[in-house]
C-alpha cells in the first residue's frame, strides 16, 4: 500500500521551549512549520517516523520513553515507557503529540547514519509494503557546518549539499534525495542523509507532490520542513 | 590561577599579552594582584588559525624561563594539549601541565610525569582539540565528568605524576552546552567529594554569557557569582582573567567558610 503522504523535520534539542529557556521565541516558525507539516499527515491510516539512531531497523511502539534530560532539559519527556529513543525520535514524538496527528498509530524506526544508500532505499520500501495507507515523518537535519558561527567548522560544500537537498524536498524528487553521496555528507556532518534516503525509497513511485516549508540555518545548522501530499 | 594567553586571538583579552613585555608586565600585575598560580596558554582554545608545535613551543618555551627567572616560587602552569610542549615547558620552569583537551595526546601524562610536573585533568566529553560542542548529550553530566577525569588523575599517577599534583577540572562549556555547565556547578560539591582538587575554568565563559545574555566583556559579575558558589561547594583553584576581583571574594569566602580570619574586627567591640 502507498504511502499517502509525509512531512520532513530537523530535530535540534534546541527546538523544545523547555531546553532554549529564553531563546525559545527564536525557533516559533520553525516549530510552527513542522506542526503544521505534521498536521497534514492526520488523514493517514497509520504513521511512521523514520530518523536517525545507532543502527538500523530498530522499531519502537507509541510508548516508547524518549528525554531531553541528557540535554539539561529533565523535566521534559515522550512517551510513556524507559527512554530508549535516540534524539531523532524523541523530537519526532516530541511534536506528534503536540500535533493533529498525535492520535495515529504509530511506530518509530531508526536508521543508521551511516547507512548504506540501497538498505535505505529497501528500508523505506519495505515501510511502504508494511501499512495501509500509511503517513512518513521524516527527521533529518542538513549540514551543521554551514557558517563561520556553526557548531562544526564551515565546509565550504555546506551550503551546496543543502540547497540541493532543499531543491529536492520541494520538488519532491526522490531520485536526487536517492542519489545523495553518503561520504560527502558524513563530510558535512548532514545527518539527515539517510533517513531522507529511507522517504526517497518509501515514495519513489507514490505520486506524492513536494513542498518546502522552511529552509534556513539560524545557528549554522541547516534546517528543512518540507510537506508531501497527493 | 591567573590567565596570561601568548595569543594573538584569545577570546576575553584578543591578544593583548600576545607580545613578550606585555606578557610579562601582566605576570607582574598578576603576582601583585595576589595570583598564586599563572596559566600560560600559547594556543587559542576555540577554533582558529592551527598553530604548529614549534610556534606554540616559541610562544611559550622561552616565556616560562624568563617568568621562572623573575618569579622564581611562582607556580607556572601552562594551558597545552601536545605532549612534546609539556615536556619543553616543564624543563623550562613550569609546574603544572593544563591538559584542557582531555589526554587527547596519549602521552601527555607520561610527558609531565617525567619534568615533574603536575597536571590539570579535565573533561571534554570525547570532543577533539579546538572544536565546539554540538548535541552533547550525557546521562548526568556531573557522574560523567566525575568518571572521566578520576580516571584521567588514576592514570596520571600510574604513568608516575605525583599524586599531590594533580587537580581536576569539570571544564565548563567544553563539550557541554550551557544547562550542563550550569549543572556541573550547582552540583560541584560532588566532584570535591572525589577528593581530588578541582579546578574550575569559569571565567567569562559563554555559559555565563547565555544565562545572563551578555557578551564577553561584560560577563565578570557574573563570573565572580559563579566562582563564588564553586569555592563555596569545595573548588580549590580558580582559573581567571580578573586577578583582584577574585582574590577578593575568595578572600571574603575563605573567612565565611571558617578556614580564615577577618583582617581586622574592630566595629562595636571598642
Redesign the interface.
Known sequence: MPVVAAAVCPHPPLLVPEVAGGAAAELDDLRAACLAAIDRLAEADALVIVGSGPVTGTRYDASAGGSFGPYGARDVRVGSGDFVLPLSLTVGAWLVEQSKAAGLPRVSITVAVDETPAACLALGQEIAHGNDRVALLVMGDGSPRRSEHSPVHLHPRAELFDSTVAAALDLADTDTLAALDPDIATELHAAGRAPWQVLAGATATAGLRGHLAYHAAPYGVGYFVASWTL | MAIVNRTPDSFFDRGATYATDAAYEAIDRAVADGADLVDIGGVKAG?GEPVSEEEELRRTVDFVAGIRDRHPDLVISVDTYRSGVARRVGAAGANLINDTWAGSDPQMPAAAAEVGAGLVCSHVGGLTPR?????M???DVVADVIRTTTGLAERAVAEGVSRDAIVIDPTHDFGK????S??LTRRLDELAATGWPVLVAVSNKDFIGETL?LPPGQRGTGTIAALSVSAWLGARVFRVHDVPAARQALDLIAVLRGVALPAGTRRSLA
Open positions: 577554533y572544536t565546539d560542542p554540538h548535541r548529550a550525557y546521562d552546552n550551557t544547562l550542563q550550569l549543572e545574555d
